[in-house]
């Protein structure tokens, strides 16, 4: 590598690094709290069969897994600018990508939910509990333990898909690159660079979930 | 007239013509009594609806038909509302027969669950309550262990423990000995064989005849639904008056010496 290469490549790396951490992070973890809120609620309406509630739920996992996150992301910003709700660019992608991330947690916790054994719910209707405590107690905990890696996962793709947002002007690390790169046209390299910062990003949360998952098996939970 | 009353206040349980569907009867009108103290084993063959009988007086199946007294009141099974079904298992106790053990909390922490949610207990109290029946069970070494570490005996213990915490005033067995192996049943049965003793009230759905031969004394045997013959326990093994019930013993009679 030149040494001409090389300073550009050192020199942008802060350049891409620094809206990873003002941006790419603070999106991802906004718009994934969000989203575990909604696919909790979510979930748990359609694991206790709620009425009224359940179809609009259904309704709402159709329509996001349904369209493409791109278009969902350009409807959350020009769209609803175009039709005269003011949202800058970061609130309608934090928006956005909760809405969307919310729907597919959905479906990953109720798989997780439906998976406890209904005797751990009969069990705790015999010592008194009522139905919100049972769910407190036993039945959300051993939901996430067995949710933890699917939402990992989750959590990984959409620091990856974080990089869409740069198509809505949320000056995110992706943002960054294309930038440098339409300036010096040296693509091949801050398209590899920005990739290595991603990876580096997505390896550090495999580092955690490896750990939480660690953690977890001390219950041994899913064992007996 | 005074023995009549002294038999009425010792009355814990009375339940009048229960009955349960699914897609064909499986309770067709069974009527029990059950005095404070009385250890009743329910006998008979698979399907006669002897732990759909338990599951509708607990509520974890809603009978078609039936009255419920426990306790001095009286409940429709049918229709009982949420507030009086939460009141009747706050008094009862249920073991299971595969424990269904909280997979995500120790044995303490099983024990203690009940009593701090359920019975609005603090934790200290609930804890040495907890610890309590525990030692009761013999399982006061492994308190800290997560249902998974433990074998099937220890776990149903530690389901006896959790079903006796609240002191309630009666507890039913769904067959709890028939998920275990060979070798582990004995520590479970010792267990309810020593509440039998201290007086605990127990209705035992179970295929051990010994334990309903030497530790029950009130045997109820039921077959398509039905109550076929109830009595003292050692007339019902002594002397059975159904044919039905001649029968069944002697086929487990013999199952049982073939298993020996």
């Given at each position: 590598?030149?040494?001409?290469?090389?300073?550009?490549?050192?020199?942008?790396?802060?350049?891409?690094?620094?809206?990873?951490?003002?941006?790419t992070?603070?999106?991802?973890?906004?718009?994934?709290?969000?989203?575990?809120?909604?696919?909790?609620?979510?979930?748990?309406?359609?694991?206790?069969?709620?009425?009224?509630?359940?179809?609009?739920?259904?309704?709402y996992?159709?329509?996001?897994?349904?369209?493409?996150?791109?278009?969902?992301?350009?409807?959350?910003?020009?769209?609803?600018?175009n039709?005269?709700?003011?949202?800058?660019?970061?609130?309608?992608?934090?928006?956005?990508?909760?809405?969307?991330?919310?729907?597919?947690?959905?479906?990953?916790?109720?798989?997780?939910?439906?998976?406890?054994?209904?005797?751990q719910?009969?069990?705790?209707?015999?010592?008194?509990?009522?139905?919100?405590?049972?769910?407190?107690?036993?039945?959300?905990?051993?939901?996430?333990?067995?949710?933890?890696?699917?939402?990992?996962?989750?959590?990984?793709?959409?620091?990856?898909?974080?990089?869409?947002?740069?198509?809505?002007?949320?000056?995110?690390?992706?943002?960054?690159?294309?930038?440098?790169?339409g300036?010096?046209?040296?693509?091949?390299?801050?398209?590899?660079?920005?990739?290595?910062?991603?990876?580096?990003?997505?390896?550090?949360?495999?580092?955690?979930?490896?750990?939480?998952?660690?953690?977890?098996?001390?219950?041994?939970?899913?064992?007996? | 007239?005074?023995?009549?009353?002294?038999?009425?206040?010792?009355?814990?349980?009375?339940?009048?013509?229960?009955?349960?569907?699914?897609?064909?009867?499986?309770?067709?009108?069974?009527?029990?009594?059950?005095?404070?103290?009385?250890?009743?084993?329910?006998?008979?063959?698979?399907?006669?609806?002897?732990?759909?009988?338990?599951?509708?007086?607990?509520?974890?199946?809603?009978?078609?038909?039936?009255?419920?007294?426990?306790?001095?009141?009286?409940?429709?099974?049918?229709?009982?509302?949420?507030?009086?079904?939460?009141?009747?298992?706050?008094?009862?106790?249920?073991?299971?027969?595969?424990?269904?053990?909280?997979?995500?909390?120790?044995?303490?922490?099983?024990?203690?669950?009940?009593?701090?949610?359920?019975?609005?207990?603090?934790?200290?109290?609930?804890?040495?309550?907890?610890?309590?029946?525990?030692?009761?069970?013999?399982?006061?070494?492994?308190?800290?262990?997560?249902?998974?570490?433990?074998?099937?005996g220890?776990?149903?213990?530690?389901?006896?423990?959790?079903?006796?915490?609240?002191?309630?005033?009666i507890?039913?067995?769904?067959?709890?000995?028939?998920?275990l192996?060979?070798?582990?049943?004995?520590?479970?049965?010792?267990?309810?064989?020593?509440?039998?003793?201290?007086?605990?009230?127990?209705?035992?759905?179970?295929?051990?005849m010994?334990?309903?031969?030497?530790?029950?004394?009130?045997?109820?045997?039921?077959?398509?639904?039905?109550?076929?013959?109830?009595?003292?326990?050692?007339?019902?093994?002594?002397?059975?008056?159904?044919?039905?019930?001649?029968?069944?013993?002697r086929?487990?009679?013999?199952?049982?010496l073939?298993?020996?």
């Amino acid at each position: 590598m030149g040494s001409e290469l090389w300073e550009l490549f050192v020199d942008s790396f802060w350049k891409i690094l620094l809206p990873g951490l003002k941006m790419t992070i603070p999106l991802t973890v906004l718009a994934f709290s969000f989203a575990m809120i909604i696919a909790v609620i979510v979930a748990m309406i359609n694991y206790a069969n709620v009425p009224f509630l359940k179809p609009i739920t259904r309704f709402y996992i159709w329509i996001i897994r349904g369209t493409p996150l791109i278009v969902q992301l350009m409807i959350g910003y020009f769209g609803l600018n175009n039709i005269g709700i003011k949202i800058d660019a970061f609130p309608a992608a934090v928006l956005v990508f909760s809405l969307n991330e919310g729907a597919y947690c959905a479906e990953t916790m109720r798989a997780a939910l439906e998976a406890v054994p209904h005797g751990q719910l009969e069990a705790g209707y015999c010592v008194g509990m009522n139905y919100l405590q049972i769910m407190w107690h036993i039945v959300l905990p051993q939901a996430f333990r067995t949710a933890f890696p699917p939402l990992s996962n989750s959590l990984i793709g959409m620091v990856k898909d974080t990089s869409l947002a740069a198509n809505i002007t949320v000056t995110e690390m992706f943002f960054a690159a294309q930038r440098i790169a339409g300036r010096t046209y040296k693509f091949m390299l801050l398209y590899l660079e920005v990739a290595l910062i991603y990876l580096i990003f997505s390896t550090i949360l495999t580092w955690i979930q490896g750990y939480g998952e660690k953690k977890l098996n001390a219950y041994g939970a899913n064992k007996g | 007239m005074r023995m009549e009353q002294i038999k009425d206040n010792m009355q814990i349980l009375e339940i009048k013509d229960i009955r349960k569907s699914f897609e064909t009867k499986v309770l067709d009108g069974v009527s029990l009594e059950v005095n404070s103290g009385d250890v009743v084993a329910i006998l008979g063959p698979s399907g006669s609806g002897k732990t759909t009988l338990l599951r509708c007086i607990n509520f974890l199946e809603t009978a078609d038909s039936g009255t419920m007294i426990f306790d001095g009141k009286t409940y429709d099974l049918a229709h009982a509302s949420k507030k009086e079904i939460a009141e009747i298992r706050k008094k009862t106790g249920f073991v299971f027969q595969n424990y269904n053990l909280f997979r995500n909390k120790t044995a303490l922490e099983n024990v203690m669950l009940g009593l701090t949610t359920a019975h609005g207990l603090s934790k200290n109290e609930a804890e040495k309550i907890g610890k309590e029946m525990l030692v009761r069970v013999g399982m006061e070494d492994k308190m800290n262990y997560y249902p998974s570490q433990l074998s099937g005996g220890q776990q149903q213990r530690v389901a006896i423990a959790r079903a006796l915490a609240p002191n309630p005033k009666i507890i039913y067995f769904d067959e709890p000995t028939s998920a275990l192996d060979p070798e582990l049943i004995g520590e479970v049965l010792s267990v309810m064989r020593q509440l039998a003793i201290e007086g605990m009230t127990m209705i035992v759905v179970t295929h051990e005849m010994d334990f309903a031969k030497n530790v029950s004394n009130k045997v109820v045997f039921m077959e398509k639904g039905v109550i076929v013959e109830q009595g003292l326990s050692n007339e019902v093994f002594e002397n059975p008056k159904q044919e039905r019930t001649k029968e069944f013993l002697r086929l487990e009679e013999n199952r049982t010496l073939g298993k020996g």
